[in-house]
């Protein structure tokens, strides 16, 4: 399948020649929105990038080695899109940072990639940077103004006539075959390695999956960002939304997404299985809130959503049970969201199947997804037509690639997508890529011989001291199932059986106890009560039925706080660092086999 020969900062010229916008890129300033045009966008990246070549900025000889590499450490705003562009239009390579990088990452990164210049949202991350030992960082800028520190800004100012005609002519030079950005993976299994893409890996990308998941040209269509731009899917479909004329609003911050949501009214966003559970949760807590007939309609229409089937639509007496459930109760649900929502779609890690079922059947279409950063990253999405998507898979494969299993369930994909390799890296890229072939690292199966269902990472497969091999990310999904559960992980390499480190969810227990007669307890009491780990007994009991016996979880340890990114139990995509969890809770997990 044949894509177009963009560069990812013809974005801004596509868009102006083909929907010029009022509101392209839109963010929170001062308590109010603010909207930069398409034509502004133009105008202030030009500048943006003129200031940056008069402070010395190259692309060189436009190879990896000799371009300049410019770091950016920032939550999602305009500003952050606007040094993207910048930066790719003066051929140097942006090097994105995740705000929550742990000190030592942080330095290794900057150093390694040999940053030359830093861009910093705010002063608590400026005095991180500065924190750090950088030889080869010239200057910090700030998009917040920060005392005794520049403000991008500055670099605008700088341009100049002649500096915007040379400007002209080196972005005719650059090749889309020429790096875009290295990203840094979070490192949950070792150093974090720097991800090449070109701008020909992202361009493909972004056509392959608008040719599969196609976005409609419609400039009245407007998403809400707040996964972290760092990442490869926010990037990749960032310049999506540019190409297809779709505007963007980012969000505050997390905390902020639901007065965003109702805000703004957005057809659309892209999120992580943790946040819809999140989501789910809060729902679920008002419904135990309710009472009398309100309480039996909230918990019937739950039940209905669970039994929700799309390849069969409903029909009959469900259809009608289904429409009194979406007028009375997950109306409701769609306005919380905005009350627009034409599409969700979710990656990163395995969603729960009931999560989906509950939210399709609620009028709100989720759809999940699947790809690595490697591969610029989308391999494959569940499709809006309704033959075209099965919950519990991740869809079949985009257009214009090559995906297979190998002999031992890999996923492996092949096309202009796959990364040019690993920066400065040359050893660990050909162990990844094998004649033009990417290993993911993920293990798969094929259903209906198009569906790919991930299964388990390759290096995430431990064997028992019996000798049998355990995934556990099928378990922790089923167990996952209960709302009793808000986090587990599974544990037992080398070891006799199975176990498992849970975090319960303390809300739903609570209202449990509060039924049971219990007394009101802190966490770390509930943990050790005797009652509580009975019904967790049980809950794990009952899940296990479906597990075979060599998998099923014998032993568990209750844990009182839930894992974030802030205690570095998990990435800033809200996957969990299994190496950090198990070493953490290594006198836990011993608990478990003593």
């Known amino acids: 399948m044949n894509y177009p020969t963009y560069r990812l900062f013809d974005a801004i010229s596509y868009q102006l020649e083909n929907f010029p916008k009022s509101d392209a890129l839109n963010a929170k300033e001062n308590g109010r929105w603010r ?15 003129a ?25 999602n705003r305009p500003e952050w899109v606007f040094t993207d562009l910048a930066v790719q239009q003066t051929g140097a390579i942006l090097t994105p940072i995740y705000p929550t990088t742990a000190l030592p990452e942080l330095e290794y990164i900057l150093n390694e990639s040999q940053a030359k210049y830093i861009f910093v949202s705010n002063a608590e991350l400026v005095e991180k940077v500065k924190s750090v030992n950088t030889p080869y960082l010239q200057g910090i800028y700030t998009f917040d103004k920060v005392e005794g520190v520049p403000h991008y800004s500055e670099l605008l100012d700088l341009a100049d006539d002649g500096t915007l005609h040379t400007l002209e002519k080196i972005k005719q030079q650059i090749p889309n075959s020429h790096v875009a950005t290295i990203i840094y993976t979070s490192g949950t299994t070792g150093v974090p390695k720097g991800v090449m893409l070109t701008h020909s890996n992202i361009v493909s990308n972004i056509y392959f ?35 297809s004329g779709i505007s963007i609003y980012y969000a505050e911050s997390l905390e902020t997404i639901a007065d965003n949501l ?19 949760e809060k729902i679920m807590a008002k419904g135990n809130a309710l009472t009398g007939i309100k309480r039996k309609l909230f918990f019937w229409s739950i039940q209905l959503g669970m039994q929700y089937d799309n390849i069969n639509p409903p029909k009959g007496l469900y259809n009608f049970k289904l429409s009194i459930a979406r007028k009375l109760v997950f109306k409701k649900w769609r306005e919380a969201l905005g009350g627009n929502i034409s599409f969700i779609i ?9 999560l989906l079922r509950v939210f399709n059947a609620a009028g709100i279409p989720v759809y999940e997804g699947y790809g690595p950063t490697e591969n610029s990253p989308v391999i494959c999405v569940n499709r809006k037509q309704n033959n075209d998507t099965r919950y519990g898979t991740v869809g079949p494969a985009i257009e214009g690639i090559e995906v297979k299993l190998a002999e031992d369930g890999e996923i492996l994909v092949k096309g202009p997508c796959v990364m040019k390799g690993y920066y400065k890296h040359p050893e660990l890229t050909a162990e990844v890529i094998k004649d033009g072939w990417l290993h993911t690292g993920d293990i798969g199966t094929l259903i209906e011989n198009r569906f790919f269902k991930i299964t388990d990472r390759k290096k995430e497969l431990f064997k028992t ?30 070891r006799k059986f199975v176990g498992a480190l849970i975090v319960p969810a303390f809300n739903v227990v609570r209202e449990w106890m509060k039924e049971n007669n219990l007394p009101e307890m802190s966490n770390e009491e509930i943990v050790k009560n005797d009652k509580v780990h009975e019904l967790f007994r049980s809950v794990l009991d009952h899940h296990n039925k479906s ?4 998998e099923q979880i ?41």
Do not use: C
């Open 465 to 494: 001291s019996g000798g049998k091999y355990v995934a556990p990310q099928p378990i922790e999904n089923k167990m996952k199932e209960s709302k009793f559960i808000e986090q587990i992980i599974v544990v037992g390499s080398e």
């Open 262 to 280: 109702r805000e703004i009214k957005p057809d659309g966003f892209t999120t992580v299985p943790r946040l819809l559970e999140k989501v789910y």
């Open 554 to 594: 014998k032993k568990f340890v209750l844990l009182p706080k839930e894992w974030s990114v802030d205690g570095g139990e998990m990435t800033p995509k809200l996957s969990l660092r299994r190496k950090v969890i198990l070493e953490k809770y290594a006198a836990e997990i011993e608990s478990i086999y003593h």
């Open 547 to 550: 597990i075979n016996k060599v």
């Open 346 to 354: 979710t990656g990163g890690a395995a969603a729960s199947e009931k």
């Open 209 to 243: 999956s608008k040719a599969s998941f196609p976005f409609p040209d419609q400039p009245q269509t407007k998403t809400l960002s707040f996964l972290p731009l760092n990442h490869i899917f926010e990037k990749m479909i960032t310049y999506l939304y540019m190409f």
């Open 35 to 49: 909207s930069y045009s398409t034509q502004e966008i133009e105008n202030l990246v030009n500048r943006f990038s």
């Open 51 to 75: 200031g940056l070549l008069i402070r010395g900025v190259s692309g060189g000889d436009f190879t990896a080695e000799n371009s300049d590499k410019i770091a950016i450490i920032s939550g």
